[in-house]
C-alpha cells in the first residue's frame, strides 16, 4: 500500500533539530522523500506499523506532529504530479 508520511518538527530549541533529521532518517528507511517533510513509502501493514513506531520514537507529541495518509493498493490514479522534479515511480526498477 502507498502510505504518504508528512511531519512537522518544532525547531524553536536546538533538540528540534535533531528530532528532525531522525524523522527524516526513519522514513527514508521506508520510502523516498518528495518534499521537504513528505515521504512517499510502499509498505505492507508490518512494515507501516514498524514505520510508525520508529517515526513517533522520535518526535515530541507536544510539539511536534506526523500524518499518515494510507492511499492503498491501487494508488497510481489518485496521484497527479505537476511541476519539475522529476517523478520516481516507487515499485519500478530505477535501473534497467
Not at 5 to 19: E, I, M, Q
Not at 38 to 57: P, S, T, W, Y
Request: net charge positive; hydrophobic share 40%; charged share 30%.
Amino acid at each position: 500500500m502507498l502510505v504518504i508520511v508528512t511531519y512537522d518538527v518544532c525547531l524553536d530549541v536546538p533538540a528540534g533539530k535533531k528530532r528532525l533529521r531522525r524523522v527524516a532518517k526513519c522514513c527514508t528507511n521506508y520510502g523516498i522523500r518528495v518534499q521537504n517533510s513528505v515521504f512517499e513509502c510502499i509498505v505492507d501493514q508490518a512494515q507501516f506499523l514498524r514505520m510508525r513506531h520508529d517515526i513517533l520514537k522520535e518526535i515530541d507529541e507536544s510539539k511536534d506532529s506526523v500524518r499518515f495518509y494510507f492511499l492503498g493498493d491501487k494508488y497510481s490514479g489518485k496521484v497527479e504530479h505537476i511541476g519539475a522534479k522529476q517523478t520516481i515511480h516507487v515499485e519500478e526498477p530505477l535501473f534497467l
